[in-house]
């Protein structure tokens, strides 16, 4: 992929996200930023570029606020408890649609999907969730054609991935799809991704 500028991806961080919904990918693609002759920019960025604490008590202190981002090429919308208070935030939901219409590529990993439904952008689209929120889902957005076996749905313009380890799976088809497989299956060496679940 050819770009005029450096190659921008944004994961999105803000209160009780899921902690490796936001690290999961972003080991992936910082990882991809290391490797690749692109060079893609990897930055982490909060609403107001301030820290933000995880769902499970990790903090973590953004790059950039959401002001500071642009111009991003992915935006990736971690999932976790905090989505649900920003699915039915209509101020941060007019941002999302507007970062729709600035960002070519907008993912999503577990309940960031939920966000993306209450914002308008799966109306009638292949997507897919934690496999608990499903109902969820279906509440927000009616019209959403509900993946419930996929690891993660790119249905173009829009990627999303099903729960916490699945945007690990989606990042790498990121860079498979943003560079080139053989990059993926580098960068998927490198940080030793090849599950092999004990139980």
């Not at 907008?106 to 969730?129: F, H, I, N």
């Not at 969820?136 to 380890?165: H, N």
Request: hydrophobic share 45%; aromatic share 6%; net charge negative.
């Amino acid at each position: 992929m050819s770009t005029g500028s450096a190659l921008r991806v944004g994961i999105f961080v803000f209160d009780d996200a899921e902690e490796l919904d936001v690290v999961g990918p972003y080991e992936v693609l910082a990882a991809w930023a290391a490797l690749s002759e692109l060079r893609p920019d990897v930055l982490t960025f909060s609403a107001d570029g301030g820290g933000v604490r995880l769902a499970k008590g990790l903090r973590i202190v953004p790059d950039r606020s959401a002001d500071e981002i642009t111009p991003m090429h992915v935006l990736v919308y971690p999932g976790g408890r905090g989505t649900r208070a920003l699915a039915h935030d209509s101020d941060h939901l007019n941002w999302v649609r507007k970062m729709r219409n600035e960002v070519s590529l907008m993912t999503s990993v577990c309940t960031g999907s939920l966000v993306l439904a209450a914002a308008g952008l799966l109306a009638g689209r292949p997507a897919t969730t934690h496999w608990g929120a499903f109902d969820e889902l279906a509440a927000l957005d009616p019209s959403v054609a509900a993946d419930t076996e996929a690891r993660f749905v790119d249905d173009g313009d829009v990627i999303t991935a099903s729960g916490v380890s699945a945007g690990i799976d989606m990042a790498l088809h990121l860079v498979a799809r943003l560079d080139s497989y053989q990059m993926a299956r580098q960068v998927r060496r490198a940080i030793q991704y090849d599950p092999e679940p004990p139980v």
